[in-house]
């Protein structure tokens, strides 16, 4: 059965920080690469951070990099994302989901619930 449960969502103001946590099932977490990817209000979803599955490579959105950081935890199947300078335009809904390192297609077309991040100006 596959499980993904985002949390660590809030309102935060400009300039603030959260930190997203994702726990996955075994089954779809373990031998794959992880995602973070966010929809906002009238767009469609994308790709904000991803980690390969040993956690030794890593990409960003072009929009977040150097100040989102994607990290993971294979011991209790988990992926992070650390969110700093937060911006007003990255409020969005956050999913996690594994998917192809290199593609970063979705393994599977399951999606959990996400957690919403507002950030006001």
């Known amino acids: 059965q596959v499980q993904l449960v985002e949390s660590g969502g809030g309102l935060v103001q400009a300039g603030g920080s959260l930190r997203l946590s994702c726990a996955a099932s075994?089954?779809?977490?373990?031998?794959?690469?992880m995602g973070w990817y966010r929809q906002a209000p009238g767009k469609q979803r994308e790709l904000v951070a991803i980690?390969?599955?040993?956690?030794?490579?890593?990409r960003y959105a072009d929009s977040v990099k150097g100040r989102f950081t994607i990290s993971r935890d294979n011991a209790v199947n988990t992926v992070y994302l650390q969110m700093n300078s937060l911006k007003p335009e990255d409020t969005a809904v956050y999913y996690c989901?594994?998917?192809?390192?290199?593609?970063?297609?979705?393994?599977?077309?399951?999606w959990g619930q996400g957690t919403q991040v507002t950030v006001s100006s």
């Open positions: 075994g089954s779809i977490f373990r031998g794959n690469a």
């Open positions: 989901n594994a998917a192809d390192y290199w593609t970063t297609i979705t393994v599977n077309n399951y």
């Open positions: 980690i390969s599955n040993s956690g030794g490579m890593k």
